[in-house]
């Protein structure tokens, strides 16, 4: 049923989500899509968190770099992530729009994205089980009508043919938004925040929330996944902001 969408969709012309130019129907133009897409670069690219580092400058070209100092200091939860693009204008108009406006076609947008660099992704990721989307908490869930999350591990699922598995993990009590909180400030609310549920011979799980900033929440849902028996963790992101 959805490759049928998948065809139709395709042969249909619509408005770019972000110029209004004509595009394949649900999906950005070619100059949006190039403006705001993720491109791993493993010269500048933390490979676990995505962390950017500043340019050398064109004199030399940088050294290929691994693990930024931070993650390099912090506990390994998710062994890498992707992401499908920056946030970061105008990139960051879409999800705001999605989260606010509970625009559900552009969740389709973010997977495609996403789904696009995980298959570039080099070394090749390993063979997943499932996606565990991030649970949103009562209170967002209540003022959107939707868990981001969710809906795009949906979307992934069905292009990827990973199964969703929502119930593998869940939150254990309920918190304020992390918006305007720091790295410490994020770290601490999280804390013990996310149970696993996962049923014998986990395997690796494909993690998927909407925007990684300082990775806390990706690390105490990871940490609970692994916990219940996952082998192992990958972060998916439909976007990254430019700084931790």
Same mark, same amino acid.
Not at 61 to 64: D, G, S, V, Y
Not at 69 to 80: G, I, M, S
């Given at each position: 049923m959805y490759s049928i969408r998948e065809r139709i969709r /395709?042969? $249909?012309?619509?408005p770019c989500p972000l110029c209004g130019l004509a595009a %394949?129907?649900?999906? $950005? *133009?070619?100059p949006c899509e190039s403006e705001v897409s993720f491109e791993f670069d493993a010269r500048?690219? *933390?490979?676990?968190c995505l962390y950017q580092a500043p340019s050398v400058g064109l004199e030399r =070209?940088?050294? =290929?770099r691994a693990l930024c100092?931070? *993650?390099?200091?912090? =506990? $390994?939860?998710? %062994?890498?992530a992707i992401a499908g693009m920056h946030f970061a204008a105008p990139g960051d108009q879409l999800m /705001?729009?999605?989260k606010a406006q509970g625009r559900l076609t552009d969740a389709g947008l973010f997977a495609r994205l996403l789904w696009r660099n995980m298959q570039a992704a080099c070394p090749v990721l390993p063979q997943l089980t499932a996606l565990v989307p991030i649970p949103s908490s009562r209170e967002a869930m209540l003022r959107r009508g939707l868990n981001p999350a969710g809906e795009i591990a949906r979307e992934l699922a069905g292009l990827s043919g990973v199964p969703l598995r929502g119930a593998w993990l869940r939150r254990t009590r309920e918190t304020?938004?992390?918006?305007n909180l720091d790295w410490h400030a994020r770290q601490a609310s999280v804390w013990g925040l996310y149970e696993g549920r996962i049923p014998a011979g986990g395997?690796? $799980?494909g993690l998927v929330d909407d925007v990684l900033t300082t990775g806390s929440t990706l690390e105490a849902a990871s940490a609970a996944l692994l916990r219940a028996g996952a082998q192992g963790v990958i972060a998916l992101v439909a976007a990254r902001t430019l700084a931790k």
């Open positions: /395709r042969i $249909l012309r619509a %394949v129907g649900g999906d $950005l *133009c070619r500048r690219h *933390c490979h676990r =070209p940088a050294a =290929p100092e931070a *993650c390099c200091q912090r =506990p $390994l939860t998710y %062994v890498r /705001r729009r999605f304020h938004s992390q918006k395997g690796w $799980l």
